[in-house]
């Protein structure tokens, strides 16, 4: 899941998660919180929202992109962490990690930060519900 609501200094940067399979629940970094298992509310808490697909993958990587997610709660929220290490999270790096765990690498622009609009951009996702 994508949204670009959030934001702050009038940049959207959005926020992004990883859907439990049954859509009841996410896996999300989240600041002051870290890495946390939280409740699915994702169409009242945001405005706009979209959920993705990646292409090409079957039910066992989205089942292992969920595990390695899960496996990262407790660990903490950082902006300045980088694709390179895997012990402090934002939100869109969780889910980009998570992905190219499974060999699917949804950094649109393969720079060194990955946002939540490089997931919702790159060729391998698709759309397949939204808000509006």
């Known amino acids: 899941m994508i949204t670009y609501d959030s934001g702050s200094a009038g940049w959207n940067y959005g926020h992004a998660a990883i859907v439990r399979w049954d859509g009841d629940y ?4 989240w600041p002051g919180d870290g ?8 169409k009242i808490r945001w405005k706009t929202w979209k959920a993705l697909w990646v292409k090409g993958a079957m ?3 989205y089942t292992s992109a969920q595990s390695y997610a899960r496996a ?5 929220y950082s902006l300045t962490a980088t694709k390179g290490q895997s012990s402090k999270w934002y939100c869109s790096l969780l889910v980009w990690k998570a992905w ?3 060999g699917f ?3 649109d622009d393969g720079g060194m930060i990955v946002t939540p609009s490089d997931l919702d951009q790159d ?6 519900a939204s808000s509006n």
């Open 26 to 29: 996410i896996i999300e970094a």
């Open 35 to 42: 890495v946390r298992y939280f409740v699915n509310n994702w």
């Open 59 to 61: 039910g066992e990587d």
């Open 72 to 76: 990262q709660i407790g660990e903490p």
């Open 100 to 102: 190219e765990n499974r």
């Open 105 to 107: 690498d949804l950094d």
């Open 123 to 128: 060729p391998e996702t698709i759309t397949y």
